[in-house]
């Protein structure tokens, strides 16, 4: 094929030492050796950023993908290998036990934690019966010093809570599962523990927002003295990012930490050319989307990431001016012949709904502020905002919203992001 163009971002150079590799039903790749000096001479690099590469000869693109690493080599080369089916995310979990766990289960349910599909996960002999289960799940906020049952949900104070934990060697993972103030406990069905993790950790942020509730605008009643209380003491139960899952029928025990993973980074350049001292010294509106989106980067719940986004794009769009599409004059004579004929509360519901025609929709006001800072978004960006759209539309009106997946999630942050920093690199 002879020489190829590789292009990073908006800088390109000419490789003649590669290989593309192509392959059926799986992932191509593409290795580079460049000069050292030719590679540091393009300048700064986003290596998230898509590479293209064309054949110089051909006059064709031969090859697209993401960069999977970049190392050094002898005589001041680069080696640089590409993949054309990478997903920019990186999933890890921070500390995990096991005992008794079928390996295929084990190897299942941590695939699943990766985010990759059922439908993509095959395991000849894999037991994906119903299976009962019981969670332990760790909370602060209300000291138990004995166990009770409330409900189907029990209480358990920590002699309880240790005399059910595996008779094994503690590690780490079980110093952080005990830093709590008390456990609760419940039965529940599912086939493996990647989904009973889910059903598990949504149980239980139910049943401690409703109790919690019940406890701060209800009463109760003790034997013998009163306790003092005052309602501004409220108690307000938080779940801690641990979770024990054991199958009653085989004693499988799956003991995690749910603390977000972080990936360790080293001598990271940003490539956008901001100036941070003027960002802090400018005004509330360009502030507060900064304050509220670093509310919500951090989270994976697609609800806490909704509602942060459309408070992010009313913020940035709060201050946009769209020409009006009715001058007052039309208003009132639009008013005045509507409501002919018309009872008095007719006439007020319609002169209402008419003054509200110059109001422009939140998407139209957002587009002009994306026009404003020079952003264009792609097809792929619209769609993905429209989805959330419809999310946010379905909590708004207490539906049940189509779930996201964990890279869309990541997908519409990092658009977030672009945006937020594509606002104070070109505003302030």
């Excluded at 690493?69 to 096991?98: C, H, R, W, Y």
């Excluded at 239980?204 to 109790?211: C, I, T």
């Excluded at 501004?232 to 801690?240: L, P």
């Amino acid at each position: 094929m002879g020489e190829i163009e590789v292009i990073f971002g908006s800088a390109s150079l000419i490789c003649r030492d590669y290989k593309i590799t192509e392959r059926i039903n799986a992932t191509s790749t593409a290795t580079l050796r460049l000069d050292k000096s030719d590679f540091l001479a393009l300048g700064d690099l986003n290596y998230l950023d898509e590479v293209v590469i064309n054949s110089v000869g051909q006059k064709r693109r031969v090859f697209t993908g993401n960069i999977v690493s970049i190392k050094s080599e002898p005589n001041n080369q680069v080696l640089i290998i590409l993949d054309n089916g990478v997903e920019l995310n990186e999933t890890g979990i921070s500390a995990l036990f096991v005992m008794a766990v079928d390996h295929r289960e084990m190897f299942y349910s941590v695939v699943r934690q990766a985010d990759i599909s059922k439908d993509k996960i095959v395991i000849p002999g894999l037991d994906s019966s119903a299976k009962e289960m019981v969670a332990f799940v760790p909370l602060k906020g209300l000291l138990i010093e004995q166990d009770e049952m409330v409900g189907e949900v029990q209480f358990l104070d920590r002699k309880s809570v240790q005399e059910k934990l595996p008779k094994t060697e503690k590690s780490e993972i079980y110093n952080g599962f005990l830093d709590a103030d008390g456990w609760i406990s419940f039965h529940f069905t599912a086939a493996h523990f990647a989904d009973a993790e889910d059903v598990a950790i949504e149980k239980a942020d139910v049943f401690l927002s409703a109790y919690s509730g019940l406890l701060q605008y209800g009463y109760s009643q003790f034997d013998g003295d009163f306790i003092e209380w005052e309602r501004t003491q409220a108690i307000n139960f938080k779940r801690q990012n641990h979770i024990l899952l054991v199958i009653r029928h085989t004693g499988a025990v799956w003991l995690r930490d749910l603390s977000p993973y972080k990936p360790t980074q080293t001598k990271l350049k940003s490539t956008i050319n901001l100036d941070i001292g003027a960002v802090m010294d400018a005004s509330e509106n360009f502030q507060l989307p900064l304050l509220v989106w670093n509310r919500f980067r951090d989270s994976e719940d697609y609800y806490v990431v909704t509602v942060g986004l459309w408070q992010v794009l009313e913020l940035l769009s709060s201050g946009v001016k769209l020409p009006k599409r009715l001058t007052e004059e039309q208003l009132t004579d639009l008013s005045s012949r509507a409501v002919a004929n018309l009872t008095e509360q007719e006439s007020s519901l319609v002169r209402g709904a008419i003054k509200k025609l110059n109001e422009r929709a939140l998407m139209e006001r957002f587009d002009k502020h994306l026009t404003n800072i020079g952003l264009v978004l792609s097809k792929q960006d619209r769609e993905l905002l429209d989805k959330f759209r419809k999310i946010r539309n379905a909590i708004e009106h207490g539906k049940k919203p189509e779930e996201p997946s964990m890279q869309d999630i990541k997908r519409v942050k990092a658009l977030v992001n672009r945006v937020i920093l594509d606002t104070i690199t070109n505003v302030v």
